[in-house]
C-alpha cells in the first residue's frame, strides 16, 4: 500500500520570505511524485512533477522541489513567496503501472504582507 | 479546449433524495477520476475508470454510491439515498499518460445535502 503524509497542516510566512512545504511518502512499489495546488473554490491544478532523471524538478509560478530516495522526500520549495500564492498545497504519489494518484492532506500556504 | 466540464457547480438537496453528478472528460483521455474533498478526510479517491471501464472501486464508501461511464466523453456519480455526511465537494479528474502530463481537474461539484 501507499501512503503520503505532509508534514505541516499550515504554514505561515511573510512575504517575499522563503518557504518549504514538506512531504514523504511510503510505497512498496516505484511511484511517480506530483505536487498540485488549489486556490479557494477551484479545482486542483498541476505544479509539477517528478518521473525520472534528476532529482530536482522546476515548476509553474517559481516552485521547485527535490525528490529524495533514500528519506522517501519530496518537499517543495520557494525562493520568494507572494501573497498570491496562499493556496492549499498537495503533494500525490502515482504507484508505477497503476495509473492512480494518491494525495497527502494538504498543506495551507499563508502568505501575509 | 474546455476542459474537464462537471456539472451541476452546487447542488443542494434533502436527505433521502437521489444526486447525480455529472463529468465529461477531456477528449482524448483514458483515464477518469472521481475525487471526494472533506475538511475531515481531505481528496479521496472514489474510484476510477481506464478506457471507461472501472479500474478501482475500492474508495467508495459504500453501496449508496455508484458510478459509471458508458462513453468516454461521459460519467456520472450517483448517491441514492443521500445522507448529510455526503457534503463535500465532488471533482472529476482526466488524464492521458498522467504520469507525464498529469490530471486534469474539473472545478468541482459543491454537495450539500440538508
Known amino acids: 500500500a501507499q501512503s503520503v503524509t505532509q508534514l505541516d497542516s499550515q504554514v505561515p510566512v511573510f512575504e517575499e520570505a522563503p518557504v518549504e512545504l514538506r512531504c514523504n511518502y511510503s510505497s512498496s512499489v516505484s511511484v511517480y511524485l506530483f505536487w498540485y495546488v488549489q486556490y479557494p473554490n477551484q479545482g486542483l491544478q498541476l505544479l509539477l512533477k517528478y518521473l525520472s532523471g534528476s532529482t530536482l524538478v522546476k515548476g509553474i509560478n517559481g516552485f521547485e522541489a527535490e525528490f529524495n530516495k533514500s528519506q522517501t522526500s519530496f518537499h517543495l520549495r520557494k525562493p520568494s513567496v507572494h501573497i498570491s500564492d496562499t493556496a492549499e498545497y498537495f503533494c500525490a504519489v502515482t504507484p508505477r503501472g497503476t495509473g492512480k494518484l494518491i494525495f497527502g492532506q494538504g498543506t495551507t500556504l499563508q502568505v501575509k504582507p | 479546449d474546455a476542459g474537464v466540464i462537471q456539472s451541476p457547480r452546487h447542488e443542494v438537496t434533502e436527505m433521502g433524495q437521489e444526486v447525480t453528478l455529472r463529468c465529461k472528460p477531456i477528449s482524448g483521455h483514458d483515464y477518469l477520476f472521481w475525487y471526494r474533498q472533506t475538511m475531515m478526510r481531505g481528496l479521496e479517491l472514489l474510484i476510477y475508470f481506464n478506457n471507461n471501464v472501472p479500474i478501482d472501486d475500492s474508495g467508495m464508501p459504500e453501496d449508496r454510491f455508484s458510478a459509471k461511464m458508458p462513453n468516454a466523453s461521459f460519467s456520472t456519480l450517483k448517491i441514492q439515498p443521500s445522507e448529510p455526511r455526503d457534503s463535500a465537494v465532488y471533482f472529476c479528474?482526466?488524464?492521458?499518460?498522467?504520469?507525464?502530463?498529469?490530471?486534469?481537474f474539473g472545478s468541482g461539484t459543491r454537495l450539500t445535502v440538508v
Open positions: 479528474a482526466s488524464s492521458f499518460r498522467q504520469e507525464v502530463y498529469g490530471y486534469t
